[in-house]
């Protein structure tokens, strides 16, 4: 016969008050406990609209509106409960207020699910490497990949390549913008040279003469085209949906993107690490190379660049950025995160929704309910 569990911790309301005066930011759900201080810069809304209700009872916020939390959202805040509130939960707790009048119970549909949520047993071990376990997950591989954690995530028993899994967001800017703008003053002297023709590889009777004055255009074609890439990247790549039944495919799908949507704030993952990037920013310069003269694809490849570093820029803002309440980044955070917790199948871009706007994979808009 197992064991039974250990009794949840409890707090008096007045232990409460102590922590909500030294800085931290708890919260309730009924009478139960979370602490949510190091969610505060993750949180979608900002992290004053988390400070703004600490010490109350959020049933009621995680119905909406705004909008209404996903299941995943509420299964992300369990990893952050630490015990059961003393007393009447009904009864005043929140810096010298009384408790919301708007208070609610736990779905019952939800709460025995909620209390049952055990972090330390899982599908995997998370003691071990998981990239050679989740191959067998099988049929439950794509549930368990969408139900992200707070956790940090091992790929490799090697040190050495587990290393090169992981970066420091600042390492992008500081080894890609020299490149980018090594190459963009080296292409543009290119084109003052006045040497540089369209076409003359097939036909020097109709080559085209390239002035120096299309370098900006062929620059922002080449951030365009990278929001594109992105977009078609995110897609049809790291959202494939790899067969129940091979070990192999899943396996890639997670080290390619599944990890991420598994522990969506592991900072040492947010970013594309300098080794493998090397070898798709490789790819890409390469095949540029052989479809347009050197300076044209040169170009439009230091203008695809700039557009790769600001994209990586901002994927790691919209996760740990807190961005003011109605600005672009504000919505595009907002955006974000409703990807990773709610509608995995749409909202592929990062930079920008346009591509989401012109292929019709926008997130569903969610009704705005009044508050009486």
């Given at each position: 016969m197992a064991p039974a569990p250990p009794p949840a911790a409890s707090f008096s309301p007045a232990e409460v008050q102590q922590r909500l005066a030294a800085g931290a930011c708890w919260v309730r759900c009924g009478a139960r406990l979370y602490d949510l201080t190091g969610f505060l810069r993750q949180h979608p809304g900002g992290e004053q609209l988390l400070r703004a209700r600490a010490g109350q009872d959020v049933s009621a916020d995680l119905d909406g509106p705004p909008h209404r939390h996903s299941a995943n959202a509420r299964l992300w805040l369990e990893q952050y409960y630490v015990g059961e509130l003393q007393g009447d939960p009904q009864g005043p707790m929140e810096k010298g207020t009384a408790a919301s009048a708007n208070t609610q119970k736990i779905d019952p549909a939800m709460e025995a699910k909620l209390k049952v949520v055990d972090w330390d047993k899982d599908l995997v071990d998370w003691q071990k490497p998981l990239l050679w376990q989740v191959g067998h997950l099988g049929e439950k591989y794509d549930e368990w990949v969408h139900q992200p954690v707070t956790r940090p995530i091992r790929l490799f028993y090697s040190d050495f390549i587990e290393a090169l899994t992981k970066t420091v967001w600042y390492s992008v800017p500081i080894i890609w913008m020299p490149l980018m703008l090594y190459l963009s003053w080296s292409y543009y002297r290119t084109f003052a040279q006045g040497n540089v023709r369209l076409f003359?590889?097939?036909?020097?009777?109709?080559?085209?003469?390239?002035?120096?004055?299309?370098?900006?255009?062929?620059?922002?074609?080449?951030?365009?085209?990278?929001?594109?890439?992105?977009?078609?990247?995110?897609?049809?790549?790291?959202?494939?949906?790899?067969?129940?039944?091979?070990?192999?495919?899943?396996?890639?799908?997670?080290?390619?993107?599944?990890?991420?949507?598994?522990?969506?704030?592991?900072?040492?993952?947010?970013?594309?690490?300098?080794?493998?990037?090397?070898?798709?920013?490789?790819?890409?310069?390469?095949?540029?190379?052989?479809?347009l003269p050197e300076a044209v694809g040169g170009t439009v490849f230091a203008g695809g660049l700039l557009g790769y570093v600001l994209y990586d820029m901002t994927h790691y803002y919209l996760h740990f950025?807190?961005?003011?309440?109605?600005?672009?980044?504000?919505?595009?955070?907002?955006?974000?995160?409703?990807?990773?917790?709610?509608?995995?199948?749409?909202?592929?871009?990062?930079?920008?929704?346009?591509?989401?706007?012109l292929f019709h994979t926008l997130m569903p808009e969610e009704p705005h309910l009044k508050i009486q």
């Open positions: 003359a590889s097939f036909t020097t009777e109709y080559s085209v003469a390239m002035p120096e004055s299309v370098f900006p255009g062929l620059f922002v074609l080449g951030m365009l085209l990278w929001t594109l890439t992105e977009y078609f990247i995110h897609r049809f790549l790291f959202h494939m949906t790899p067969p129940s039944n091979s070990y192999y495919l899943i396996t890639l799908h997670f080290i390619l993107h599944g990890q991420h949507h598994k522990a969506p704030f592991d900072e040492s993952r947010l970013v594309f690490p300098p080794v493998p990037a090397s070898l798709v920013i490789a790819f890409f310069y390469t095949a540029l190379r052989i479809l950025g807190s961005p003011h309440k109605g600005s672009y980044l504000y919505s595009m955070k907002a955006h974000h995160v409703r990807h990773h917790f709610a509608h995995q199948k749409s909202g592929f871009g990062i930079s920008t929704k346009f591509w989401d706007y």
